[in-house]
């Protein structure tokens, strides 16, 4: 990540921490405070991004995405896994029969 990147994610974080708007302009003012310099696209970029967003919000809720998530698809496709797993589960055994019945074993 390069100096503007993070300087742009740093204001962007300022003016959540302040519970400002994330605006283009508040984000350039930030910046040429710092003495930054930053690509104007970037403070567009970030002001689109978060427009209407809470920041705050998405910082806190980042983890608890991700783990409510594939929580979801299993309570979803639990039933169908668990049909699918039966024929695995059967070959599995069948395998296992098929050892024996060669007629030696691991320590014969």
């Known amino acids: 990540m390069s ?3 993070k300087a742009i994610v740093y204001a962007t974080l300022i003016l959540a921490d302040d519970n400002v708007d994330v605006t283009a302009d508040k984000l350039e003012a930030i910046t040429k405070a710092a003495n930054v310099p930053v690509e104007p ?11 209407g967003r809470d920041v705050n919000e998405l910082l806190l809720n980042v983890g608890s995405a991700a783990a409510a998530a594939p929580a979801g698809g299993a309570a979803a496709g639990g ?3 668990a049909a699918a797993d039966e024929p695995a589960a ?6 296992e029969e098929s ?3 060669m007629g ?4 014969d």
Do not use: Q, R, T, V
């Open 41 to 51: 696209i970037y403070f567009s970029l970030f002001a689109k991004a978060f427009e």
């Open 104 to 107: 030696f074993g691991l320590f």
């Open 79 to 81: 039933a169908g896994a």
């Open 99 to 101: 050892d024996e019945d």
């Open 3 to 5: 100096i503007a990147e």
């Open 90 to 95: 059967a070959a599995a055994e069948e395998e």
